[in-house]
């Protein structure tokens, strides 16, 4: 059985304030796009970690993404071969901020 990506942070945060950004978030973005089957889940989470981290986002956002990796199958090994690989490409100082919370999410 596939898994289904459900989310409720757009509409539990911005819901009263900003309704439609909620709706694209939780509905369009996390209910249709990260429920499309054509990629795995896993490289799904991998691909949204390489583009936080080359956008430069690092922020809660990040750190989110590398614990949806982690629960869906990334090992310490994969996000960290996955970074150093993205460093050359996206930035050294980029892929130092990731490793800080990344060593955070698979510390245990």
């Known amino acids: 059985m596939v898994e289904t990506i459900k989310q409720t942070a757009g509409r539990d945060q911005l819901g009263d304030f900003a309704p439609d950004f ?3 978030n939780d509905d369009v973005l996390f209910g249709e796009n990260w429920n499309n089957q054509d990629i ?3 490289t799904r989470c991998l691909i949204t970690v390489v583009a936080l981290m080359s956008s430069g986002v690092t922020d809660a956002s ?3 993404h590398l614990q949806n990796a982690k629960n869906h199958g990334v090992t310490k090994e994969e996000i960290t071969a996955t970074v150093t690989h993205v460093a050359f490409y996206a930035g050294w ?3 130092w901020a990731v490793f800080r919370l990344a060593k955070e ?3 245990d």
Do not use: E, G, N
């Open 22 to 24: 909620a709706h694209f």
């Open 93 to 95: 100082p980029k892929a």
């Open 40 to 42: 795995d889940l896993k």
């Open 62 to 64: 990040l750190t989110y």
């Open 105 to 107: 999410v698979w510390a």
